[in-house]
């Protein structure tokens, strides 16, 4: 296999983390990005668990806010995989917490990856740019010609900074990309295996369910995706000449958080974990918001399904996805093994 320079951005982050590591494992060099230089002993001893980096890791200082540090990062590289954006548990105090680091970030990156002559960037974006805010009957499927509606008032501050930055890095890579190439992986919700104590965002829903956070499920749910089939799907759309051009959505089936948590409780009961298998009534989680910052985020969401074609990427991409059932239990048993639940 013809080995690369590949910039990361988001090194310290779950998706981030993945995708170093399968980017190393297949022999190629690697530099991540990180805002703090004081987490760079944490992600090295996080990708140290999985695969021997040698000299072949960099990490660079550099912040989607800042223009400091991108050009040096990415000069070199022969591919940029854009994988930072903000993804925070609960709304932020204003949108344009989320939605000018996630846009003028991307356009930074893509700036300076065109600019230093990158092949080809693969961005990470998600569902969350292809359906929120759309009344749609529950029969639509959405796939990739889908875009979510940012004038709706249902819309969330991440759904927007998510649709937003995306947009913003088509339009770019049309008009000022001098020649690189685009293609954006577009995740349903992110489950699988931690790779430090950090759970993160992703992990609040395993991490809820474990810890009986709250006594029965919303009526929400999610298509789902492993983490380490986000990060090849990065990694395949890196090295794929068709996906140049293309939008991919990566997520499996449609999941209530009722059935993750059944899932769970069939493997973790004898273990003396005690989950809420059960749903609760809507109106409930619409009370229990104040309280509880994830709850707030879901509610535009409460009892509606979202269905994906994921036609797209197993045929351009070869993707094989792991199951459901694989993703919410290697997900429980890294947050077991790193004291989280
Ligand atoms: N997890 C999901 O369910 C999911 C689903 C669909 C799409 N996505 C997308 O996947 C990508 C990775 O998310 P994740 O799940 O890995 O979340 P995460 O663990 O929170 O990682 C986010 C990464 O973005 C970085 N970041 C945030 N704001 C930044 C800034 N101003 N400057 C530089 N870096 C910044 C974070 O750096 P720090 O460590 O310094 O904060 C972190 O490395 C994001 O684009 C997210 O929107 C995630």
Not at 27 to 47: D, F, M, N, W, Y
Not at 157 to 184: N, P
Not at 185 to 205: C, K, Q, V, Y
Request: overall charge negative; glycine content about 8%.
């Amino acid at each position: 296999m013809t080995t690369h320079t590949v910039l990361v951005s988001g090194a310290t982050g779950f998706v981030g983390l993945h995708t170093v590591i399968q980017l190393l494992q297949d022999g190629h060099v690697v530099r991540g990005t990180l805002r703090s230089p004081k987490r760079e002993a944490e992600v090295r001893e996080s990708i140290a668990r999985h695969v021997d980096a040698g000299d072949r890791l960099s990490l660079h200082q550099c912040d989607l806010l800042s223009d400091n540090g991108w050009d040096e990062a990415i000069a070199g590289c022969d591919y940029v995989l854009h994988v930072a954006s903000p993804f925070i548990i609960g709304a932020p105090k204003h949108e344009d917490d989320l939605i000018i680091p996630a846009r003028d970030g991307a356009l930074r990156v893509l700036k300076a990856a065109a600019k230093a002559g990158v092949k080809r960037t693969v961005m990470t974006s998600s569902v969350a740019a292809v359906s929120a805010g759309h009344d749609r009957d529950t029969t639509h499927i959405f796939n990739e010609d889908d875009w979510s509606n940012t004038d709706s008032p249902e819309i969330g501050a991440y759904e927007k900074s998510k649709t937003i930055a995306e947009r913003a890095a088509w339009d770019f890579v049309k008009s000022d990309g001098a020649g690189m190439e685009l293609a954006v992986i577009n995740p349903g919700a992110i489950l699988g295996p931690i790779l430090n104590s950090d759970s993160g965002t992703s992990g609040e829903i395993v991490r809820q369910l474990m810890t009986r956070a709250m006594p029965a499920c919303p009526r929400v749910g999610f298509a789902c995706v492993d983490v380490r089939d986000v990060a090849s799907a990065h990694l395949a759309a890196m090295a794929t000449p068709d996906a140049a051009g293309k939008r991919f959505v990566c997520a499996i089936e449609y999941a209530w958080f009722s059935y993750i948590a059944k899932i769970l409780d069939k493997r973790f009961r004898k273990d003396g974990y005690k989950i809420p298998t059960g749903e609760l009534p809507n109106f409930v989680p619409r009370v229990m918001q104040h309280f509880n910052p994830v709850l707030k985020q879901i509610i535009p969401n409460l009892g509606k399904r979202r269905d994906y074609d994921n036609a797209q990427i197993k045929s351009v991409l070869d993707w094989q996805p792991r199951s459901l059932e694989e993703m919410s239990v290697s997900m429980a048993e890294s947050m077991i093994e790193f004291g989280v639940v």
